[in-house]
Nanobody, 132 residues
Framework: QVQLQESGPGLVKPSQTLSLTCTVS??????????WNWIRQPPGKGLEWMGA???????YYSPSLKSRTSISRDTSKNQFTLQLSSVTPEDTAVYYC????????????????????????WGQGTQVTVSS
């Protein structure tokens, strides 16, 4: 069974870049039809999908965060990474990585139909606070 684990600093200063890594075990991030996602939950709010990287390396981003978000991967380490630039206190949240297994059109799914309930494996989450 695949397991995911987030890691990274718990405190980031405003205007800096937040960087988190998700390490995957029990499965390969280049397995077909697997999509590796980043999601966050600010205090008192719901889950927000941020972006994803596909088994192929293709990336997808939430339109509201696209200008500040970059997702990459290191296949040799079976890890994928989130970078969020120019952070503000509003980026304070618990950040999760999760897997979507999907055999349909990913372009359609990520453009119109992202639903975090579709993600079948999740990391435990990591708290990131943006504060000076």
């Amino acid at each position: 069974q695949v397991q995911l684990q987030e890691s990274g600093p718990g405190l980031v200063k405003p205007s800096q870049t937040l960087s988190l890594t998700c390490t995957v075990s029990g499965g390969s991030i280049i397995n077909g039809y697997d999509y590796w996602n980043w999601i966050r939950q600010p205090p008192g709010k719901g889950l927000e999908w941020m972006g994803a990287i596909a088994f192929s390396g293709t990336t997808y981003y939430s339109p509201s965060l696209k200008s500040r978000t970059s997702i990459s991967r290191d296949t040799s380490k079976n890890q994928f990474t989130l970078q969020l630039s120019s952070v503000t206190p509003e980026d304070t949240a618990v950040y999760y990585c999760a897997r979507l297994r999907y055999s349909g059109s990913a372009d359609y799914y990520y453009a119109r139909a992202v639903n975090v309930a579709d993600f079948d494996s999740w990391g435990q989450g990591t708290q990131v606070t943006v504060s000076s």
